[in-house]
């Protein structure tokens, strides 16, 4: 069975009409060679396991065909990045194929690297290998952590050159998402004055994707509070995982509050709050303990792309999208606090939690402990303090909040928190040596690595997996090369 047969191609989006994209072919890669699938990201679309195996499959994955149903586009919008005002951008690398029905809703299919569309800017339009690894192996890591995502269906490479800090290899990866529509998209239409445009992005986002705030008095404040919520959430979540994405443009901030482009992010080793992923956010804006106040930054920037929308004195239409915005911050607050108190493993609620979990962050801060492994032994620590105690400098002070926290802890607590305290992330060091072996033609570690982030709350079965960081891991940088 060809993958493509019996596909039921919807592309909501290509209705939307041509003020919202540019159609074009891919541009292919020559003598493509699959480099990675992913069985997870394949099984929610519905797909055969040896989809990758069928007549056809390589050649599309690889930009160098197409299936019936699919109409490739480029989708064109704006942003914000390093918070100043980049004007039109768009997808400068990534090609739209089309949207999938499938068992887990409608999905659109995207290849990343597939060449140069007319939002390129001064830009080659390819991935490398080194990045689509990176993007392919955190994306199915995020989804299997229970993170919003877009998803990674497959890596496809080449031996066509790329030059980048160096020359390198061609690769594209296939993304999977219920909408790639970014906060950027929205940005684009009212920044240019494009209300028209606007409304029916609006009205069309709305319809397909938020349903339930077409009947609002207002849709556009509803829609607004709907993508405030799902932030916090996704902002909350991060957090709890000590995940940095590196770069948080408004470009890059979903409406469906999915953790979209993956470049150079970063799974924090020893635990500090200033840490900064990006080799090339030379102010910190984008730290991790900044994240939180970036998305509602970026939020109101969203909100001030849809005040065109909003009818009557423009100031009180203002001062309603501000409402809205403002669901962010007790939303994020209640998140926040929630994971942590599972990962604390403290059952309901009680006043002295929010200090408990703090004094924990800050003992962890203070030691530069691990923070995968921190909350890892900790899961463990009613029984077995001993390997939590090895990761921390001050061990009286860690000792004395023990105390507090074995009072407070739920009895038998362990089953639950490991389940929620994950031991293996993708490291930047994983991703540096599954790299480094697809570099040499060996994709089996990518495999391998990826069924280990399968199941990241299993002990995984090469303890280095879950183990601390080499020491040359800290020599690791990532850019918005990455």
């Not at 989804?143 to 980048?164: E, F, H, K, N, Q």
């Not at 090339?280 to 929308?309: E, I, K, M």
């Not at 409402?323 to 007790?330: G, I, K, L, T």
Request: hydrophobic share 45%.
């Amino acid at each position: 069975m060809n993958p493509h047969n019996g596909l039921a191609w919807t592309n909501r989006f290509a209705t939307l009409g041509p003020d919202f994209f540019t159609e074009l072919p891919a541009q292919g890669m020559p003598e493509p060679h699959w480099v990675a699938q992913s069985p997870d990201c394949a099984q929610s679309l519905g797909w055969p396991a040896d989809w990758a195996e069928q007549p056809g499959a390589l050649a599309a994955m690889s930009g160098n065909a197409l299936w019936p149903g699919m109409r490739p586009l480029a989708s064109v919008y704006s942003g914000h990045q390093f918070g100043v005002w980049a004007g039109q951008l768009g997808d400068g690398r990534a090609l739209w194929l089309g949207e999938l029905a499938t068992p887990a809703g409608p999905q659109e299919i995207q290849l990343k690297g597939a060449g140069m569309t007319p939002y390129s800017r001064r830009g080659d339009g390819r991935a490398v290998l080194r990045s689509s690894i990176r993007e392919f192996l955190c994306s199915e890591a995020m989804a299997a952590l229970g993170v919003p995502t877009t998803r990674a269906l497959c890596v496809t490479g080449s031996r066509l050159p790329v030059m980048r800090e160096r020359a390198e290899t061609a690769a594209v990866v296939t993304r999977v998402a219920p909408s790639f529509i970014r906060f950027g998209h929205f940005e684009h239409f009212a920044h240019h004055g494009q209300h028209d445009a606007l409304r029916r992005l609006a009205a069309w986002f709305i319809a397909e994707h938020a349903p339930e705030c077409a009947d609002a008095p207002e849709p556009a404040v509803a829609l607004l509070r709907k993508v405030a919520l799902q932030t916090a959430d996704l902002m909350a979540h991060w957090q709890s995982l000590g995940f940095c994405h590196g770069v948080m443009n408004t470009d890059n901030m979903s409406m469906l509050g999915l953790t979209l482009d993956y470049g150079p992010f970063g799974f924090m080793d020893g635990f500090d709050p200033g840490h900064v992923c990006n080799h090339s956010d030379d102010r910190g804006r984008y730290a991790y303990a900044r994240q939180p106040s970036v998305a509602f930054w970026n939020l109101h920037a969203l909100a001030q792309a849809l005040l065109p929308l909003l009818r009557g004195e423009q100031e009180a239409a203002g001062e309603r999208l501000l409402d809205a915005v403002e669901a962010y911050r007790e939303r994020f607050a209640q998140q926040m606090l929630g994971r942590l108190r599972a990962k604390l493993g403290l059952a309901g609620e009680q006043a002295g939690d929010q200090a408990l979990a703090d004094d924990f962050l800050k003992l962890m801060a203070a030691s530069r402990a691990d923070f995968t492994q921190s909350f890892r032994r900790l899961s463990r620590a009613q029984a077995a303090p001993g390997p939590l105690r090895d990761l921390f400098i001050d061990r009286e002070a860690l000792d004395a909040w023990l105390t507090r926290w074995q009072a407070r802890v739920a009895p038998g607590a362990e089953a639950r928190m490991l389940a929620v305290n994950p031991a293996v992330v993708l490291r930047n060091h994983l991703a540096e040596g599954a790299i480094r072996a697809a570099q040499q033609g060996d994709f089996g570690e990518t495999a391998r690595l990826l069924a280990a982030l399968a199941r990241p709350f299993d002990e995984p079965a090469d303890p280095s997996d879950a183990a601390l960081p080499p020491d040359w891991a800290s020599t690791l940088e990532v850019s918005c090369s990455s």
